[in-house]
């Protein structure tokens, strides 16, 4: 999937412009009460955008708690993130979960679409969340108060890649944005299961895929990096069917993606062409080597076990909210 040419679903009941976002209390047995705010706005929305809001879940019994802001791939199920935040905010932890994207349908799609409007395109898609997180920072925890907490974001799947290059490098303004001028600073970033060479660009952007890679991928401006951000990069070990691509460092799938040979080397770091294919395990493998090279703190982390197909379901879930226990309270 797409950053930012990707149709974005809701999660949980989205507010229409205007409305106040309810606010309510949920417990159950043996767990800690989560305040939940839905459909907080963070900005007007473009035509053909999602509409932007996000819904927050805090820990009822934690005042200015560390913050997560949850970047979904908007090809997965809305509730498994709804799970995933209610969890997070029982470990005393507050998350965000943002909508965020395009909701045109035309907009999900690079066939036929001019190379400058898909990279404006992506670029404004990044901005977006990098909006959401600064607005989601200003009325919780993190900067706010005597105490300021910890500000993380965890990127899935198309979400994974924004997420990295709002926690990485720049992103431009987005347009009516509510947050302060100033982004907050993310003190970690988890990331997983990024599209980290853009494999489904390839055929309709052709020679171009570099230039998109560039707004989609944080790897290829990773020596501008801001160093400061620790980034934990989960690894899917189940090597899905059908994932792999089958190069070689010339084969023209590298040298459309990697002018420099700077990709090509850390990929050959990680002894991904060994069996004659590129596969996401090599790739996300070879990504954490590149963060490593520019400084940034960097640790792997093996979400899915050997043959798991566990997507977000308990397994998974857990070992994401110990990451963001663990980096929002170390």
């Known amino acids: ?9 809701g999660v949980g009941s989205a507010c229409s412009p ?7 209390a949920a417990s159950a047995v043996d767990e800690a009460p989560v305040l939940v705010t839905s459909g907080v706005r963070y900005a007007p929305a473009p035509e053909g955008w999602a509409d932007p809001t996000f819904d927050l879940y805090l820990p009822g019994d934690v005042d200015e708690p560390p913050l997560v802001v949850v970047v979904p791939d908007p090809d ?43 990279v404006a395109q992506a670029a404004q898609a990044n901005a977006q969340v990098g909006c959401a997180v600064a607005v989601a920072a200003a009325q919780t925890g993190p900067g706010v108060g ?46 997983w299961g990024g599209d980290w060479l853009g494999t489904a660009a390839g055929d309709p952007l052709g020679d171009g895929v570099a230039r998109w890679l560039e707004v989609y991928s944080p790897w290829p401006t990773l020596p501008s990096a801001d160093p400061s951000t620790f980034v934990e ?29 700077a990709i090509v080397a850390d990929l050959e770091e990680v002894s991904a062409f060994e069996d004659g294919a590129v596969d996401p395990v090599d790739v996300t493998r070879a990504f954490a080597v590149a963060l490593g ?38």
């Open 293 to 330: 090279d520019a400084g940034v703190g960097v640790r792997e982390r093996e979400v899915h076990g050997e043959g798991d197909p566990d997507t977000l379901g308990p397994h998974v879930r857990r070992r994401l909210v110990d990451s963001v226990v663990q980096l929002a309270r170390p």
């Open 76 to 118: 997965a199920s809305p509730g498994m993130y709804e799970e995933l935040a209610r969890a997070i905010a029982q470990r005393g932890v507050g998350s965000a979960v943002v909508r965020w994207g395009v909701s045109d349908p035309a907009l999900g799609s690079l066939t036929g679409r001019p190379l400058d409007d898909v």
């Open 1 to 9: 999937m797409l950053v930012a040419l990707a149709v974005a679903t």
């Open 233 to 261: 990069v989960g690894i899917n070990a189940n090597r899905l069917e059908g994932q792999a691509v089958e190069v070689d460092p010339s084969s023209a799938y590298l040298t459309d993606r990697d002018p420099t040979g």
């Open 146 to 191: 005597s105490h300021p907490q910890p500000l993380l974001v965890l990127g899935h799947g198309a979400g994974a890649n924004s997420a990295g290059m709002v926690s990485l490098t720049p992103t431009g303004p987005f347009p009516g944005c509510f947050a302060p001028a100033e982004a907050p600073r993310v003190a970690a970033a988890v990331l």
């Open 18 to 24: 205007g409305a106040t976002p309810t606010r309510s």
